[in-house]
């Protein structure tokens, strides 16, 4: 007998693309929002943003400006950024929306705290960045800075450095629910992501140096912590195999047969 998810309903395929189209739009409609409640406050958003490079610059030196419009832009640009970041739990619930119809009730119950902690992740990847990434990175870089040359940072070329880390950052901290997944699913066992550790290591590093400035300091501050969360995915995914083996209820994910896929069509 075939297993349907709770609440699946068969639907065309044109009632999911319309569906799709409606929460696209949602997610454009809450970034736009959030963008135009923010504009009035963009050079406060830039001010707050700059202020770990700022703590670091030499008596008398200043952030420059070297793009004629970069004064009026560059704030403009961050802004929308920190909208669209602002936005992730909107995006990650109407992801959520479409998707949960066709989940099973056990599959539910394990897939509302990854997306919590997905969003709490995000966050928290953000603010490890900014205030302790930021401020060991600039004082470094502020002492190393030869005798002679005066700090003066371009506002946008600050800008795009802060956005990679930013970005590098809040997705590397999503290594804890990613492990957790390719255990939970059956994909990888427990023991097998142990003896990987080693290339693991190494992936941790290369990945540092792909996603953040041509700068070792950088890149072990971004790879240390990716390992990290990497461990901490493993335990979380030991403990719920445990139980599921204890129960003997597994997931659904990893105990499906042919016949108990949930099409949402």
């Known amino acids: 007998m075939t297993t349907r998810p709770e609440g699946d309903q068969d639907m065309p395929l044109v009632a999911h693309l319309t569906e799709l189209r409606t929460r696209l739009l949602r997610c454009v409609l809450a970034v736009l929002l959030i963008f135009i409640a923010l504009i009035p406050f963009a050079q406060e958003i830039y001010t707050l943003v700059s202020a770990p ?18 004064p009026f832009l560059t704030p403009f640009k961050l802004t929308a950024w920190v909208a669209l970041f602002l936005s992730v739990p909107v995006i990650l619930h109407q992801a959520w929306g479409f998707i949960a119809p066709g989940l099973y009730r056990q599959e539910k119950r394990i897939a509302l705290p990854l997306l919590a902690s997905s969003i709490a992740l995000f966050y928290i990847g953000m603010s490890f960045v ?3 990434v930021f401020p060991l990175m600039f004082h470094f870089f502020a002492s ?16 795009d450095f802060v956005l990679t880390l930013f970005f590098a950052f809040g997705v590397a901290f999503e290594i804890p629910v990613a492990t957790f997944l390719i255990v939970w699913i059956g994909l990888v066992d427990v023991e097998a992501l142990k003896r990987s550790r080693p290339y693991v290591i190494v992936g941790c590093f290369v990945v540092g140096m792909i996603l953040t400035p041509p ?43 042919h016949d108990d896929q949930p099409p949402r069509a």
């Open 53 to 70: 490079l700022r703590a670091y610059l030499p008596e008398g030196a200043t952030m420059i400006a070297t793009g004629v419009a970069s």
């Open 130 to 132: 900014y205030f302790l």
């Open 144 to 159: 190393v800075t030869p005798e002679g040359v005066a700090m003066m940072t371009d506002i946008n070329e600050y800008l």
């Open 215 to 257: 700068d070792v300091f950088s890149q072990t501050l971004l790879a240390v912590p990716m390992w990290l969360l990497f461990e901490v995915g493993i335990l979380f995914g030991a403990m719920v195999r445990r139980d599921a083996g204890e129960t003997g209820d597994g997931t659904a994910l990893a105990g499906r047969g």
